[in-house]
């Protein structure tokens, strides 16, 4: 294995920027457990200047163990005519406690005269004082040099003081940035080769892809010489995106050798960058390279028969690499490994070539015929398995329910849910009001449950997502709903799906309650042995 190209993941931070995009504090610290896992270095979790929900995430994520990734806060340099001690946006900086601080700085000698209307020496004040005074409070301090290859090619001399000014003070890494994402991938590997040879600070390249260049500029920045690529980890940002990580990795670590995360997790990428899509609440890139669910797929004629015969006649890698499958017209061959984990977590004794795998696989291929996904639904994978494996009981009976709405509208009870439910021939019926008529459902099955099962009390919605399938379908469409719970300890994800979204929301929430209720039994027993 070659040398070591850190991976900076801004998902939560660039990723926000995008269009149609917008985290909850769960979504991101799903993420942060994602890419932790995966063996991202650094995930830039966003600017608390910026508003209160990236402070609340800032305070929660100090309590997760994360095993690889070094949290980032982000904001730019100090405001002209300020101080560093008396900028708020910088005390708010310190105050996320992250290890690592990045800041990005004007590099465009266009930018800082006629947008920030600063001199140039002002501006490189600004980047001295900013990194000197982040280096004073023992931050790692990363220098994102903003519109640096624009920059260099309207006034190199000036672009590269702004790189010494920040190199100067303390920087730990020096980030090119192509804010824009219209440079080339000669332009990226002459001017970063140039920057790599002047400075013996890690460098860092950050490209959009404004272009369709991000991943060729990005390789040919590590090419010559950078050692870490940030970027967005599916590609989604603001305007056409940055490069997207998932491409990266793979193709520096399988194609070039280079180390990007542990070898053994390399088949991960394709679930997490599904999980991100799907909590981001956005289409997947099916053509995505390595990771789209296209990536290995073969239409009939004389492609399936040559894969059939040797995969690598029309393939460039293996998909199990990566953690994909391959696919055909007609049939999926299921990636057996994938899921092994899971049904071993339930039942040790079966392998790969077990009669239940293989029943497994063919249950999920049929739920995500139709519509089902699970990548984000772990609660619900779990349950079909255990039903595979004749591991599972219900725990109670839905004999009926009915939903009333109400109007005119009035906050936090605009829907009435009554409900009967039966647990071992003990029949309850209760009713809620709620905020919608899912939001009433949820109330009521709880109310009802809490008679039986006390612990239902700790358990809260912690998200709620709904996708129409197939929007040619208007209101008479399919549509997927995915709900997050926790009861405090623990979060997991369970999804339904039907053309009637309260029936897809109930099935999701059945779901969500069966899984606590099994987990806890079991973890009961655990202890009673």
Same mark, same amino acid.
């Given at each position: ?193 140039? &920057? ?254 809490? &008679? ?6 700790? &358990? ?36 339904? &799906? ?32």
């Amino acid at each position: 294995m070659g040398r070591t190209v850190t991976i900076y993941d801004s998902t939560l931070r660039d990723g926000a920027q995008a269009e149609g995009v917008s985290f909850s504090v769960e979504d991101k610290l799903k993420i942060v457990r994602a890419l932790d896992d995966l063996g991202a270095a650094f995930i830039e979790a966003g600017n608390p200047a910026s508003n209160p929900k990236d402070l609340e995430f800032f305070a929660r994520v100090k309590h997760l163990e994360l095993r690889n990734a070094k949290i980032a806060a982000f904001g730019s340099t100090r405001r002209k005519d300020l101080s560093a001690v008396d900028d708020k946006n910088l005390q708010l900086l310190l105050s996320a406690d992250t290890a690592v601080t990045a800041v990005f700085g004007k590099c465009w000698d266009f930018h800082v005269t006629d947008i920030l209307q600063a001199s140039l020496e002002e501006n490189l004040n600004m980047i001295r004082d900013t990194v000197s005074f982040l280096k004073a409070r023992n931050r790692e301090v990363f220098f994102d040099a903003e519109h640096f290859f624009d920059g260099y090619k309207a006034n190199p001399a000036y672009a590269f003081d702004c790189l010494k000014a920040a190199a100067e003070s303390g920087a730990d890494c020096l980030v090119l940035c192509d804010t824009n994402g219209g440079a080339f991938p000669t332009e990226i590997h002459e001017i970063t080769k140039r &920057v790599t040879e002047e400075f013996s600070l890690p460098v860092g390249i950050h490209c959009h892809n404004d272009g369709g260049m991000a991943a060729a500029n990005s390789f040919m920045a590590v090419e010559a010489g950078a050692s870490q690529v940030q970027g967005t980890f599916t590609g989604f940002g603001e305007r056409c995106g940055n490069v997207a990580l998932a491409t990266v990795i793979a193709n520096l670590q399988i194609k070039r050798g280079y180390l990007c995360v542990s070898p053994e997790k390399l088949h991960c990428l394709t679930k997490t960058a599904r999980l991100i899509n799907e909590v981001a609440n956005l289409w997947p890139d099916e053509a995505a390279p390595y990771v789209g669910r296209s990536a290995f797929a073969h239409k009939g004629g004389m492609h399936i028969d040559a894969v059939l015969k040797s995969p690598r006649s029309f393939e460039h890698i293996e998909p199990d690499l990566v953690g994909n499958t391959r696919k055909t017209l007609t049939s999926e061959v299921a990636g057996r490994g994938a899921i092994l984990t899971k049904i071993q977590r339930i039942n040790p004794n079966i392998t790969k070539d077990s009669p239940e795998t293989e029943s497994i696989i063919q249950r999920v291929k049929e739920l995500e015929h139709e519509g089902y996904q699970f990548e984000a639904a772990e609660g619900a994978l779990e349950l079909i398995i255990r039903k595979q494996l004749g591991k599972y009981r219900p725990l109670f009976e839905l004999i009926n329910f009915k939903i009333v709405g109400e109007q005119p509208y009035v906050a936090g009870r605009s829907a009435t849910a009554m409900i009967k439910i039966n647990v071992d021939g003990t029949t309850e019926i209760t009713a809620a009001e709620g905020d919608g008529p899912v939001n009433a459902l949820d109330k009521a099955l709880r109310k009802a449950l809490e &008679v039986f099962y006390p612990q239902i009390a700790g &358990v809260r919605l912690t998200d709620y997502k709904v996708r129409v399938m197939d929007g040619k379908s208007a209101t008479a469409s399919r549509v997927r709903v995915l709900i997050e719970s926790t009861d405090g300890a623990e979060s997991w994800s369970t999804v339904g &799906v039907s053309t009637d979204i309260i029936e897809a929301s109930w099935i999701a929430l059945v779901d969500s309650v069966e899984y606590k209720l099994i987990r806890d039994i079991e973890n009961r027993f655990r202890a009673y042995l």
